[in-house]
């Protein structure tokens, strides 16, 4: 298949290559912070094309990028603790991927970038739950997490605000979030197919799109080390910041996206 059958029909040459561009981006700043990557690409592609392709799109990519880590974050986990706030996704991906298949596509941009400015807000405060482990707050967090997936990919941020402020090791911190997200991820692939999401052309794009996100996030991590982890979190929240302005429904006919 040549690079042009694997272009939706009503995509154009210029769109894709602004995906790919961003999503370079997006993945640059994941390889080398570790997070940032949906709330760089989400405001940025969706003003490129509908939300209901980028999505999905970014689901797929990420989802393959990441299911290398999950075995050994299997073994790492608190298993039983990530099962209690994988359970508030299981209920949050499905009303996430309702509102994103009901709402125009402008009104889910706004949605998008009010998602994304709270949570480039959540991130910069430095923010962390330190109270008591409650099992009906962590499904609360997996449930608003789940919700962010599932309209638009962004439910990053109310889970390492959460989960990093436990007192357990950072290991296992780090496997429980991989974990969920694995699990997230997976709600989410269901819950698109059986919406309809998840579609011949964002699977032949993600074939397009996909390796440049994998070289984005390995470009990403071999600049890990070059420069202060502070700094690198400050590039990153000015990208994400960028990337919500730039990607503003108002700015459509500005920037001559109308």
């Given at each position: 298949m040549s690079l042009s059958g694997l272009i939706p029909a009503d995509l154009s040459l210029f769109a894709t290559a602004a995906l790919a561009v961003v999503a370079l981006i997006a993945a640059t700043a994941r390889g080398f912070s570790g997070f940032g990557a949906a709330l760089i690409f989400m405001p940025l592609a969706s003003s490129f094309a509908t939300p209901r392709l980028v999505a999905p799109l970014l689901l797929v990519i990420d989802f393959v990028s990441m299911a290398p880590t999950v075995p050994a974050a299997w073994h790492e986990a608190d298993r039983r603790a990530t099962a209690v706030i994988a359970a508030g996704a299981l209920v949050g991906v499905p009303?996430?991927?309702?509102?994103?298949?009901?709402l125009d596509p402008v009104t889910v941009r706004w949605i998008i970038t009010g998602f994304v400015v709270a949570l480039l807000a959540l991130l910069i405060s430095g923010w962390r739950y330190r109270g008591k482990d409650y099992a009906a707050l962590s499904v609360a967090v997996g449930a608003v997490s789940g919700f962010c997936s599932g309209v638009a990919?962004?439910?990053?941020p109310p889970i390492v605000g959460y989960w990093l402020g436990r007192p357990i090791a950072p290991k296992v911190a780090r496997a429980n979030i991989v974990l969920f997200f694995g699990a997230s991820d997976c709600f989410a692939m269901v819950s698109y197919?059986?919406?309809?999401l998840i579609t011949w052309d964002s699977l032949k794009l993600s074939l397009l799109i996909g390796p440049v996100y994998a070289l984005g996030v390995a470009l990403g991590a071999s600049l890990?080390?070059?420069a202060s982890e502070q700094m690198f979190r400050?590039?990153?929240?000015a990208l994400i910041a960028i990337a919500v302005i730039a990607g503003l429904p108002a700015l459509d006919g500005v920037l001559g996206r109308g």
């Amino acid at each position: 298949m040549s690079l042009s059958g694997l272009i939706p029909a009503d995509l154009s040459l210029f769109a894709t290559a602004a995906l790919a561009v961003v999503a370079l981006i997006a993945a640059t700043a994941r390889g080398f912070s570790g997070f940032g990557a949906a709330l760089i690409f989400m405001p940025l592609a969706s003003s490129f094309a509908t939300p209901r392709l980028v999505a999905p799109l970014l689901l797929v990519i990420d989802f393959v990028s990441m299911a290398p880590t999950v075995p050994a974050a299997w073994h790492e986990a608190d298993r039983r603790a990530t099962a209690v706030i994988a359970a508030g996704a299981l209920v949050g991906v499905p009303l996430g991927t309702w509102f994103l298949t009901r709402l125009d596509p402008v009104t889910v941009r706004w949605i998008i970038t009010g998602f994304v400015v709270a949570l480039l807000a959540l991130l910069i405060s430095g923010w962390r739950y330190r109270g008591k482990d409650y099992a009906a707050l962590s499904v609360a967090v997996g449930a608003v997490s789940g919700f962010c997936s599932g309209v638009a990919q962004t439910g990053g941020p109310p889970i390492v605000g959460y989960w990093l402020g436990r007192p357990i090791a950072p290991k296992v911190a780090r496997a429980n979030i991989v974990l969920f997200f694995g699990a997230s991820d997976c709600f989410a692939m269901v819950s698109y197919a059986a919406s309809g999401l998840i579609t011949w052309d964002s699977l032949k794009l993600s074939l397009l799109i996909g390796p440049v996100y994998a070289l984005g996030v390995a470009l990403g991590a071999s600049l890990f080390g070059r420069a202060s982890e502070q700094m690198f979190r400050v590039i990153c929240y000015a990208l994400i910041a960028i990337a919500v302005i730039a990607g503003l429904p108002a700015l459509d006919g500005v920037l001559g996206r109308g």
